[in-house]
Antibody, heavy 119, light 107 residues
């Protein structure tokens, strides 16, 4: 069965960096686009970034463009998100999610990893 | 950016009743709307994609409708496990957005 498991979250000071990972299994990783979606405490869902199945294209939300970088390692079935220049408003649970049929939805999600930006 | 507005923000119903949740887009998104259910402490779960297609394993009491700018998620005969927060999401272009969420509470 499809499994996505995030790791790498934690507490970091404003201006700091963190690298999140998402280990994928149960499907052919290198044929699907992958996303990061975040959710601030008590708030709604916010799409963060997408990477094409082959890593050739990455797109970002305006709120993170220039600070976050999405990447993938298809040989190890792993998705990454590098978070730089972190701000308090980046505090959230970060989910990785798999592209669904027709690439119009997210059909599987990981349980999420919490990033807290605080001094 | 396409804004999705969900209504009502909160809906209070009893088990066995039917729920109707709405999602309005600020411009046409064709049929590219999905619906998710989220329970406290859990990741969202895909219910419906492309406005009307139920995801794998989703009970038939969940149904989606709409196109263009107006979409609806209907849950017929609510079960106790259906009380949760529901989000709509659009992907008519690469700037993916979600609605603000709608809470379905037990009356």
């Amino acid at each position: 069965q499809v499994q996505l498991v995030e790791s790498g979250g934690g507490v970091v000071q404003p201006g700091g960096s963190l690298r999140l990972s998402c280990a994928a299994s149960g499907f052919t990783f290198n044929v699907y686009g992958m996303h990061w979606v975040r959710q601030a405490p008590g708030k709604g869902l916010e799409w963060v970034a997408i990477i094409r199945y082959d890593g050739s294209t990455q797109l970002y939300a305006d709120s993170v463009r220039g600070r976050f970088t999405i990447s993938r390692d298809n040989s190890n079935n792993t998705l990454y998100l590098q978070l730089n220049s972190l701000k308090a408003e980046d505090t959230a649970v970060y989910y990785c999610a798999k592209d669904g049929v027709g690439q119009t939805s997210f059909d599987y999600w990981g349980p999420g990893t919490l990033v807290t930006v605080s001094s | 950016e396409i804004v999705l507005t969900q209504s009502p923000a909160t809906l209070s119903l009893s088990p066995g009743e039917s729920a109707t949740l709405s999602c309005r887009a600020s411009q046409s998104v064709s049929r590219y709307v999905a619906w998710y259910q989220q329970k406290p402490g859990q990741a969202p779960r895909l219910l419906v994609y492309d406005a009307t297609t139920r995801a794998t394993g989703i009970p038939t009491r969940f149904s989606g409708s709409g196109s263009g700018t107006d979409f609806t998620l209907t849950i017929s005969s609510l079960e106790p496990e259906d009380f949760a927060v529901y989000y709509c999401q659009q992907r008519s272009n690469w700037r993916i957005t979600f609605g603000q969420g709608a809470r379905l509470d037990v009356k």
